[in-house]
């Protein structure tokens, strides 16, 4: 898929779930279900087209190129995972950030480690036949660890945690698979 077509269902997906990131107990009304540290939306809810699972770091580390702790402003930080006709679970993620030009983003899962490209705010798995090894990793593992850098050069480092994470993929593709 072409980044411009990903990008915009990405930030179709961080509207709709703008309230999740700093309120994730609030009601939405596009949430259809809570699954541990993983939420689940759907859109439109009674007839969902689009499908995705979301969650919040656990805990963020921001530093300088020197590892100096470093304070910085970031919008949401997100990981996603999203069902839509054709596509079984794409992987994303959002930084609150623009990363740095032609960077990646590194994704690691216990023993294993991803590479996700970036497009401004956003990042993806290299391929679209990384996307399933991602999932599998997920499905096994109890944190993913994103480090990034940003266009400012501050290193990044955001641990989500993957309790919820299986359950909540079987109520995104039930919900979009029916």
């Known amino acids: 898929m072409k980044s411009w077509a990903r990008t915009g269902i990405a930030a179709t997906m961080i509207a709709l779930t703008a309230a999740f990131g700093a309120q994730a107990q609030e009601e939405s009304d596009n949430r259809v279900a809570v699954e541990t540290d993983w939420n689940v939306f759907a859109?439109?809810?009674?007839?969902?087209?689009q499908c995705w699972g979301v969650?919040?770091?656990?805990?963020?580390?921001?530093?300088?190129?020197?590892?100096?702790?470093?304070?910085?402003?970031?919008?949401?930080?997100?990981?996603?995972?999203?069902?839509?006709?054709?596509?079984?679970?794409?992987v994303s993620f959002t930084g609150g950030y623009p990363f740095a030009e032609g960077s990646f983003v590194e994704m690691t899962i216990g023993d294993q480690t991803f590479e996700l490209f970036t497009?401004?705010?956003?990042?993806?798995?290299?391929?679209?036949?990384?996307?399933?090894?991602?999932?599998?990793?997920?499905?096994?593992?109890?944190?993913?660890?994103?480090?990034?850098?940003?266009?400012?050069?501050?290193?990044?480092?955001?641990?989500?945690?993957?309790?919820?994470?299986?359950?909540?993929?079987?109520?995104?593709?039930?919900?979009c698979n029916g």
């Open 119 to 175: 497009d401004g705010q956003w990042a993806w798995p290299k391929s679209k036949a990384d996307d399933p090894k991602i999932l599998a990793a997920m499905k096994a593992g109890a944190e993913a660890v994103l480090t990034a850098r940003s266009t400012r050069g501050t290193i990044t480092k955001d641990t989500f945690s993957l309790f919820g994470f299986t359950a909540a993929m079987e109520q995104a593709e039930k919900y």
């Open 55 to 90: 969650s919040v770091p656990k805990e963020t580390v921001n530093t300088d190129q020197d590892g100096n702790i470093k304070s910085v402003l970031r919008g949401d930080i997100l990981l996603f995972v999203t069902f839509r006709p054709g596509v079984d679970g794409e």
């Open 43 to 49: 859109e439109p809810p009674e007839s969902p087209t």
